[in-house]
């Protein structure tokens, strides 16, 4: 971390009128001391001698007000009762430049009253200097009771150091809080293993959060404390050294947690020094700004920040792997329970007892996976099968041995362990971690080592790319319980070893300059070359890791009821085996991509594209003939109408409705959108609102004419965007006598479920007065909260919009994809550009995953052709370039 940081925007305290003397030359004191050891931070110091700086800066501020307040008081008999000291990060002596000021006023119950008035110096002065400050007034009694009731005091008073006072008082509170903490240390134990679980949980659960919290996130700062603590409970000592003394780490650990421990002080430093203020969370405007502070130069395939994110998630994840190691140690059973478990247990051969909960190696089992990477995928494998915990002993063994355990090419005994590992669902997700911690993983496969704490600067997966391989693999065993078509193709595939392999390795091509699918699909045929599979298998797996996001492309960007598009994918995938894989494969990678990814409606798009697809290799549960159903239901719609429903309007508007549309709705629907029609004025709009529980979204539908204004469509979807409403599909259908009839498929994030009816009013208020009363004004696009205002990985993008042209797929359309970062009121934009171009949009579909959009345009020009003519395709391009690079949110 060298490298000389941006300049600080710390702010000055303005002096206010009757501030003590004491407040005011402390204040200046603060000040000083912070501006001395901020550049001593620029200069490169380390990070722990920096808050070592800081500590012993606000101790001299403390002891000072301390001093001032008992000789304001004048009470001789005070300072025998009570004792001043620090607790939580200041009492452990890794303050930040503007982490909080933790106190306790310790006295005896003899001084508690004259202490009261102590405590009321104290805690005006130090807040009138401008510190943050956390302050409790305890007697030693209550101190030590309140701490066996909450853990976060007791994490608190665990880092006590007596500042000032008496030291016999702290003493005796020390040695009652230590031997209570020893007899309750079990019950303390769990306590603060699950608070530290549930402050992962909201602040993130996974060391390979994009965005993570510094000091909260797992693998950060809290998980060095969680030894600490823990330490205390157990071994009687928190300090990490001292825990290594004792055997507890061992010296490979303690060496990692005391570099990862200054490399997360130093940049906690960093972020609060370049803030002016208490500032624990990486975003993504940081990692840009340390990335070029720090000195990293780009490199092919990986920017610096990418590279900056790569090395901060190398300590994290350490850290984590360790802290978890260190309590999972910690809590290990008692003899009488391991007494007790291997009396319910069974033998495997000689080797490993599998009991109730765990499966274990015996003493001659322990030898072989200490010397056999084979055994230990052997014992892997076992645990999988039988969906056991392997038992902390057995582990910590072979966790101690692999780091010894020499590089060899892989055996075929190791290749095929791996595979029968991969064959169960069980506890695979979690066994495959464990290899990856192991450093095993990647060599068995060799370019997990180039994935390892890969970002992708690009917002649009959550996780790096080793985690988001092997949440995909987790989240295709969770199919296992899934009711829907998803699982029950999961369940019903025979053999789930390649489809977890595919899975594995499927993102491993990221990184390079080369297309990640290309780059993948040798990283599969090396892979398959290495696991020994035959011919036909290293086919099929080189085609999941090539084409894995064809399905996602087919569903998200083409219209499904075109039937030559599932016939296309039945053609290219060739086999109704491999497409149900490949239909897992790509429901299983979007919900690793981070929640809410595969969303009910991706979802749907994708078992409707698997099911016809499926019936075109099968001829199993074959669909209706797409020209048959849309006769019938035309015919169906003349048969429904009665005497007010006669006359030419009706013949016209029922010969003209578009077969999309017959094909995707009811007659019964479409026939009431016609009554409502058949009394629209040419001057009018009618608008209206329809929740769909079954697809969990909303479809809003338009009625008009053409002639009501130019440029329906763009300024229906500005006015939808307007309410804050996510845009699914849009669907554009001409009908006869210059009809229009929009139909939009929208999300609403406001309600989770139907919208009330002031809502709806709402929505269908502002997309009539789009085309009528507003139709000459730009939309005003409603402001989203967000917790900071700092910029998102569109800004530092490598690449620019991608805009694609395609005259080949469709018989009627040309189809215009754009994929894009995504920012408020960007379908606007676009779909104006392409009105004032004169291109007639009939049908939209929009992709939205995390920060990016793939919209899917189907268009012709104003007669209704395609467009083939080539420079007029340039001119759309380069318009819709000068839209998207200049765009500004209206």
Sequence with gaps: MAGGPAASKETTLVEGPGLRPVVVASRARLARGRDKLRRQHERGSPGIQVSAGLTDLVDSVVLRIHEAALADLGDVALEPEVAVVAIGGYGRRDLAPFSDVDLMLLTTPEGKESAARLARHLTRDICDVGLRLGFSFRTIGEACSLALRDVTIFTALAESRLLAGNMNVFRRFLHHFRRLAHRRRRALLEAIVQSRRAERR???????????????????????????????????????????????????????????????????????????????????????????????????????????????????????????????????????????????????????????????????????????????????????????????????????????????????????????????????????????QLRVLERIIPAVQHARNLVQFNDYHKYTIDEHCIRAVEQATRFLDDPGPVGEAYRNLRDRRLLHLALL???????????????????????????????????????????????????????????????????????????????????????????????????????????????????????????????????????????????????????????????????????????????????????????????????????????????????????????????????????????????????????????????????????????????????????????????TAADYAQMPAHIRFDDATSEQYTIITILTYDRRGLLYSITRTLFELGVVVHSAKIGTYLDQVVDVFYVTDVQGRKIYDDPWLAEIRQKLNEALSGYAEP
């Design 505 to 791: 390795i499927h993102d491993l091509g990221k990184g390079y300059p080369e297309d990640h699918s290309e780059v993948g699909e040798r990283i599969a045929a090396d892979t398959a070359q290495r696991l020994g599979l035959s011919e036909r298998d290293a086919e099929v797996l080189r085609f999941l890791v090539r084409r894995h996001l064809l399905m996602p492309h087919m569903a998200f960007r083409q219209d499904l009821r075109d039937e030559s598009v599932a016939i296309r994918l039945a053609v290219e995938v060739g086999s109704p085996d491999i497409l149900q894989m490949l239909f897992i494969l790509s429901c299983a990678d979007l919900a690793a991509v981070g929640p809410g990814v595969l969303n009910d409606w991706k979802r749907k798009l994708l078992i409707d594209l698997y099911r016809h697809a499926n019936s075109q290799l099968t001829g199993e549960d074959k669909s209706e003939d797409v020209a048959q159903v849309v006769s019938t239901r035309r015919d169906t719609l003349q048969s429904m109408r009665g005497p007010s429903e006669s006359g030419p309007w009706w013949d016209r508007q029922i010969d003209a409705l578009p077969a999309t549309y017959l094909w995707s709705d009811p007659p019964e629907r479409i026939f009431q959108v016609l009554q409502r029609l058949s009394s629209l004025q040419p001057n009018c709009v009618e608008a209206w609102y329809r929740h769909l529980p079954d697809r969990k979204t909303n479809v809003c539908v338009v009625g008009t004419y053409e002639t009501i204004t130019p440029g329906v469509f763009h300024k229906l979807t500005g006015a939808l965007t307007g309410k804050g409403l996510q845009i699914l599909s849009a669907h554009i259908h001409a009908l006869a006598d210059g009809l229009l009839l929009d139909r939009f498929y929208v999300d609403d994030a406001d309600y989770d479920g139907e919208p009330p009816e002031q809502r709806v009013r709402e929505i269908c208020d502002a997309l009539v007065a789009a085309l009528t009363v507003n139709a000459d004004k730009p939309p005003a696009f409603r402001r989203l909260w967000q917790a900071e205002t700092g910029t």
């Design 202 to 436: 909201q602040f993130g659960e996974t060391v390979y959060l994009l965005e993570p919290n510094v000091k909260r996130s797992r693998g950060g700062l809290r998980d060095v404390h969680t030894v600490r603590w823990i330490g205390l409970g157990r071994h009687g000592q928190a300090d990490l050294e001292s825990l290594y003394r004792l055997g507890a780490l061992t010296r490979v650990d303690w060496r990692r947690l005391r570099k990862s421990h200054e490399f997360l002080l130093r940049l906690r430093n960093e972020l609060h020094f370049h803030a002016g203020k208490s500032q624990d969370v990486l975003t993504r405007d940081e990692q840009v700004r340390l990335a070029e502070s720090y000195g990293y130069d780009e490199q092919t395939g990986l920017l610096p920040v990418e590279q900056f994110m790569r090395d901060y998630f190398k300590y994290t994840s350490g850290v984590r792997y360790i802290s978890a190691h260190f309590v999972a140690s910690s809590r290990a059973r008692s003899a009488l329970h391991t007494a007790a478990a291997s009396m319910f247990s069974r033998h495997v051969g000689e080797d490993f007892l599998i009991g109730p909960v765990h499966i274990a190696a015996t003493r001659k089992g322990l030898l072989k996976v200490c010397s056999d990477l084979g055994e230990v995928l052997r014992i892997m494998d076992l645990a999988n099968r039988h969906n056991k915990r392997i038992d902390h002993t057995t582990w910590e063994a072979i966790r101690n041995a692999m780091v010894r355990l020499p590089d060899a090419q892989i055996s075929g005994e190791v290749a095929n362990r791996f595979m029968s590992l991969l064959s169960q669902p069980g506890r695979l997700a979690d066994l495959l971690r464990r290899l990856h």
